[in-house]
């Protein structure tokens, strides 16, 4: 069963932090442990097509030790998230078969993963999956790589705001990153202390956000305000910000002016109010360290399944431990939003901050593009 292998590993979809501290365990983890060569794919599936790949040896990265690649923000093996689509599956899997893998290791979000997860259907290859998205919406898997520094770098943000915010009186509205899914935003509000936290999943009226401005002001004196909007957030009546670009992807971006124009126009300016859109700042960076011990984790248990031969599998983390579940039961039930009955929104409710209006229906995914 532990014959030597060559195997191969790919970063596919948007970036984030950790993605490296997993390529690093892959390659320490097959090389040391189990004498394995490991090629990595350049620019996910597209490597493939290509028929590219670079030899990562334990030398090559210098693993000893407290090396770069634990702690650097991105992927050494670069990353697309408008790749290959299903219409390319035999060419993919044939550069597969033409770099003679034995089997592929696949860091990913859910558009990843379920288009592995459909190739994986026609056969013919050896995938593993590994979750990573700073939006932490793949299913079953309580943590994605990526998320936590995503939202200790918002924390971050909305700590530094909060005293410019105090020294001119300001509304701070913070736009997140996120999609469909408000973890981002709900985590680093709840985090960073806002007074306001709008998620995709709980529709918001302005009648509501500025009844709790007016609310801090009159009732605490309070008079700056911290809002944090998921760029997916939608009003009561279906307001968003979202377009679609010339590739024909569903786009999300405008939602912090859109909050903070309507905010000033239902108060009548009398209150004023300041965007921060962190934007990519949110996937770059240095990974936390819970974002390396889960990449490690994760990227170590990848290549025990792997050792194993036991394929179509994804490593996720659940009640504090990696465990590994069939990729359909990932993609079937990806991505997940949160919970509006869930503990994190009753909290956030239970320490007085505005966070929509009580018991609407979540309101319907955007649609996603499989990459
Ligand atoms: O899925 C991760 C994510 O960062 C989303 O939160 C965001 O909407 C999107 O990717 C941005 O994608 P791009 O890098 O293509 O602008």
């Given at each position: 069963m532990n014959q030597q292998?060559?195997?191969?590993?790919?970063?596919?979809?948007?970036?984030?932090?950790?993605l490296n501290a997993a390529i690093r365990a892959v390659v320490s983890h097959a090389t040391l442990t189990y004498g394995w060569e490991v090629l990595g794919i350049p620019y996910a599936t597209q490597?493939?097509?290509?028929?590219?790949?670079?030899?990562?040896?334990?030398?090559?990265?210098?693993?000893?030790?407290i090396d770069p690649l634990l702690s650097t923000g991105g992927t050494i093996l670069g990353s697309i998230n408008r790749g290959p689509t299903e219409a390319h599956a035999d060419e993919i899997i044939a550069g597969y078969h033409a770099l003679e893998l034995d089997a592929l290791i696949?860091?990913?979000?859910?558009?990843?993963?379920a288009l592995l997860s459909k190739l994986a259907k026609q056969g013919g290859w050896n995938v593993v999956g590994i979750p990573k998205t700073i939006d932490n919406d793949v299913a079953v898997t309580d943590r994605s790589i990526g998320f936590d520094t995503a939202v200790n770098t918002l924390v971050d943000a909305l700590h530094k705001l909060s005293y410019?915010?105090?020294?001119?009186?300001r509304v701070m509205v913070v736009e997140t990153m996120g999609r469909d899914a408000g973890h981002l935003a709900l985590h680093a509000g709840i985090a960073g202390g806002a007074d306001v936290i709008l998620i995709p999943e709980i529709p918001?009226?302005?009648?509501?956000?500025?009844?709790?401005?007016e609310e801090l002001r009159e009732r605490w004196g309070h008079k700056f305000a911290?809002?944090?909007?998921?760029?997916?957030?939608?009003?009561?009546s279906g307001e968003s910000r979202q377009y679609t670009d010339a590739q024909?992807?569903?786009?999300?971006?405008?939602?912090?002016?859109?909050?903070?124009?309507?905010?000033?126009?239902?108060?009548?300016?009398?209150?004023?109010?300041?965007?921060?859109?962190?934007?990519?700042?949110?996937?770059?960076?240095?990974?936390?360290?819970?974002?390396?011990?889960?990449?490690?984790?994760?990227?170590?248990?990848?290549?025990?399944?792997?050792?194993?031969?036991?394929?179509?599998r994804v490593v996720v983390w659940k009640n504090g431990r990696a465990v590994d579940v069939s990729i359909d039961e990932v993609c079937d039930r990806s991505p997940t939003c949160v919970d509006p009955?869930?503990?994190?929104?009753?909290t956030a409710r239970g320490l007085g901050i505005y966070i929509g209006e009580l018991g609407i229906p979540a309101v319907t995914p955007l649609v996603r593009t499989a990459v």
């Open positions: 292998k060559r195997l191969g590993i790919l970063t596919s979809g948007g970036d984030c932090p950790g490597g493939l097509l290509d028929r590219k790949a670079v030899a990562l040896t334990v030398h090559g990265l210098d693993l000893r030790g696949c860091i990913g979000g859910d558009g990843s993963l410019t915010a105090a020294s001119h009186d918001y009226t302005f009648d509501g956000v500025c009844q709790q401005i911290l809002v944090v909007v998921a760029e997916g957030a939608k009003t009561l024909g992807e569903v786009r999300l971006r405008g939602i912090g002016d859109y909050v903070s124009d309507e905010i000033c126009r239902h108060t009548h300016n009398a209150v004023e109010a300041r965007v921060t859109v962190l934007g990519h700042v949110q996937r770059g960076g240095i990974p936390s360290a819970f974002d390396r011990v889960l990449a490690s984790v994760f990227g170590k248990t990848a290549v025990d399944l792997v050792a194993r031969e036991s394929y179509g009955q869930g503990c994190l929104v009753q």
